[in-house]
């Protein structure tokens, strides 16, 4: 298994010294380096990372904050801390830093660190496919005929959560669907609103002429947006027509399909 890692830290010589040690390591495979918190962000949101091994005194937002940044994030990255200081190490785990490392890097350290990454990322994705088969099991389970009856009513709308109360969401009013820490969200002109549905079902049950997955982490309504922007390594970032502007980005894999269905 190998973890997609980015390096942010803005001195070149601790950025090139880390790459040359972690690439000793055949379970990290670096794909990206940032020389401040702003650009790994812009990163981060273009491409899924495992780990991060962030610096902390950088100028402008430091390690630190740019951790709790990508905190809100869904599926954020594990982060491993790099300095020279010894000072942050209690305000870096109670961010959820994995490991706490000081400059130069133990190479020794540096594999224990990383071995503490792979053993939460296993564990993460064992109970993700626990989820999943306990699901399969649940439909699996559920009567033919209840089935059929469900299937022979099809409205627009969608069952979502709001202070408590189920609400009907129309399909034409949902601006993306979303992941954030495990859970799926709508989020509408107004609202963010938590559903129970899989990104996978929404997929299946929204329009496909209007809805499109452009992330694992993304499902959006193409009729609502506004701006198409093109960003790192040939991805794109979305740009909505809510209050917020909101922005969503577009992978890779799914850049090439967008243009071809949009027809640039």
């Known amino acids: ?23 000793e390591f055949d379970s990290i495979e670096i794909v990206g380096e940032a020389t401040n918190a702003q650009e790994a962000l812009a990163l981060i949101k273009a491409l899924d990372y495992s780990v991060l091994f962030i610096d902390i005194a950088m100028p402008g937002m430091n390690g630190l904050e740019l951790s709790v940044a990508i905190q809100e994030l869904p599926n954020p990255p594990h982060v491993i801390f790099v300095t020279a200081y010894e000072e ?18 133990d190479p020794k350290r540096l594999k224990k660190a990383i071995d503490k990454v792979i053993k939460v990322h296993q564990e993460t994705l064992a109970l993700d496919g626990a989820n ?41 009013d949902i601006f993306y669907a979303f ?16 559903t129970r549905f899989t990104l996978k079902e929404l997929e299946a049950r929204l329009p496909p002429q209007m809805f499109f997955r452009t992330h694992r982490c993304y499902l959006v309504n193409l009729h609502k947006v506004k701006e198409i922007v093109p960003f790192f390594n040939g991805t794109y970032t979305l740009i909505l027509e809510d209050k917020e502007r909101s922005e969503v980005p577009v992978s890779r894999a799914q850049a090439k399909k967008l243009r071809r269905i949009l027809g640039f």
């Open 1 to 23: 298994m190998k973890l997609k890692a980015l390096i942010v830290d803005d001195e070149y010589p601790a950025r090139q010294e880390l790459r040359y040690i972690l690439s």
């Open 88 to 105: 942050y190490a209690v305000s870096a785990f109670e961010v959820s830093a994995i490991d706490y490392l000081l400059k130069p890097v």
């Open 132 to 172: 999943g088969h306990e699901r399969q099991l649940r439909d699996t389970a559920e009567p033919v005929a209840q089935q059929a009856d469900r299937g022979q009513i099809k409205i627009d709308r969608l069952p979502a959560e709001k202070q408590g109360k189920t609400v009907l969401v129309t399909e034409s």
């Open 179 to 194: 992941t954030e820490q495990d859970y799926v969200y709508l989020k509408t002109g107004n609202d963010k609103l938590f």
